[in-house]
């Protein structure tokens, strides 16, 4: 059984730079894709961008193309998303998933994913 856990929200101003880091638990790291979703107030969850299991490939939505950098550690069983130029825009929650699937390439739908985490609150302010 997968086990992820979100860490590093938090309040930032426009402009700041923030880290999140996804924690798994159980079945090999290496063998499945990780994504970070969000979810603002009065919106749909949606993609930001996921890493391939074996770090070799990354896939971003445009709106975090050259801002955000997904990677991610085998050997620590953790992801990371560094998010700079943050704007009020991309105040939400956000969500590790894990798509188990034994080696697939990247996902971008949320039903392609079969874990998720509870999500870790990043609030933005202008």
């Known amino acids: 059984q997968v086990q992820l856990v979100e860490s590093g929200g938090g309040l930032v101003q426009a402009g700041d730079s923030l880290r999140l880091s996804c924690a798994a638990s159980g079945r090999t790291f290496s063998t499945y894709a990780i994504g970070w979703f969000r979810q603002a107030p009065g919106k749909e969850r949606e993609f930001v961008a996921a890493i391939l299991w074996s770090g070799g490939r990354t896939y971003y939505a445009d709106s975090a193309k050259g801002r955000f950098t997904i990677s991610r550690d085998n050997a620590e069983n953790t992801v990371n998303l560094q998010m700079s130029s943050l704007k009020p825009e991309d105040t939400a929650v956000y969500y590790c998933?894990?798509?188990?699937?034994?080696?697939?390439?990247?996902?971008?739908?949320?039903?392609?994913?079969?874990?998720w985490g509870q999500g870790t609150q990043v609030t933005v302010s202008s």
């Open positions: 998933a894990a798509d188990l699937n034994l080696r697939r390439d990247i996902r971008r739908g949320l039903g392609d994913y079969d874990v």
